[in-house]
């Protein structure tokens, strides 16, 4: 009769291998699942933009703000909070139109990610609503005031919207005042046209009309090819009509070309042309 004892030794040995090998199996596949895991949360954060890029260019901008959402609320220390924010804030301000929802975003990015590259786009858009959507003139010159202080961006551009600001609360000094610094600081700015045309408007407002002569013929001579040098020759005869110079003005009148209102620049030339033959009959 054979013996049992090796096959019991051999029941023993595969126990024992057993034992021995698969807290290792277990371990590796651990290893090999953490491994994948931790990858997979590495990149979810790019799946869930990407895929809220995708819905916003279809329009489903309730979809979109859900994957933006959830990466600011799953990963808000990841690379991709900030602009998930930025692009959430977007989507309150231009799809579903709701400045107040967007600026409360805004906001919530320059407090949360002061050091992100969304922080300027930010605080301009948060100016700009403030200031166009809500209308509130006097708590925007300080959002601008804040944005020119930051020494980054478009100061000349923030310093204009300042002056309209004023200009829009009927503060004319001020921002007539706000405009000589626009010039001043920045003399090779392409806005200095426009900020030649509103100044002379201000100064005309202010009846310092010698005034807005000289900043009309300045933008005429600087930017004889801008929109607003048909405005000032405009402008200027309208000034010479005034003061009584019938025929300068109508010569100017009559040398004017492109202007914005052609209706108006007729009937101009046609009630001055009135004008001077009355007076020269009743000379007569």
């Known amino acids: 009769m054979q013996s049992l004892y090796p096959r019991k030794k051999t029941k023993i040995r595969v126990k ?4 021995l090998i698969l807290p290792m199996l277990l371990l590796l596949v651990g290893v090999v699942g953490y491994s994948g895991w931790k990858e997979y949360q590495v990149a979810e954060p790019q799946r869930l933009l990407t895929k809220g890029v995708k819905l916003e260019s279809l329009g489903r901008s ?8 959830r990466i ?3 990963y808000p220390q990841g690379s991709l909070a900030p602009e998930a924010l930025y692009r959430k804030a977007r ?16 906001l919530q990015l320059e407090r949360d990610y002061a050091d992100s590259s969304y922080l300027q786009q930010s605080r301009e858009e948060a100016a700009r609503i403030v200031k166009i959507d809500l209308g509130d003139d006097i708590q925007a010159i300080g959002y601008y005031q804040r944005l020119l202080s930051s020494g980054q961006g478009s100061p000349d551009q923030y ?9 829009r609360l ?4 001020q921002a007539r005042i706000e405009l000589e610094n626009l010039q001043s600081t920045y003399p090779d700015s392409p806005l200095l046209a426009e900020v030649l045309h509103r100044k002379a408007t201000i100064l005309v407002l202010e009846n310092r009309m010698d005034e807005a002569h000289q900043d009309w013929q300045r933008l005429v001579e600087d930017f004889p090819d801008s929109e607003y040098a048909g405005r000032a020759r405009f402008n200027m005869a309208a000034l010479l009509e005034e003061k009584g110079e019938l025929e300068s003005a ?9 202007h914005p209102q052609p209706l108006l620049l007729k009937q101009k030339i046609e009630h001055l042309t009135r004008r001077i033959q009355n007076r020269n009959e009743g000379l007569e």
Request: hydrophobic share 40%; charged share 20%; no cysteine.
């Open 159 to 167: 310093l204009y919207e300042i002056a309209d600001s004023y200009f």
């Open 170 to 173: 009927k503060n004319y000094p």
């Open 250 to 258: 109508l010569e100017q009148y009559r040398n004017l070309q492109h």
């Open 62 to 69: 309730t979809e979109a703000l859900e994957n933006y959402k």
């Open 16 to 19: 024992l291998l057993i034992f």
């Open 72 to 74: 600011i609320a799953l």
């Open 91 to 106: 989507l309150w301000h231009f799809d579903l139109q709701d400045p107040h929802q967007a600026l409360l975003r805004y």
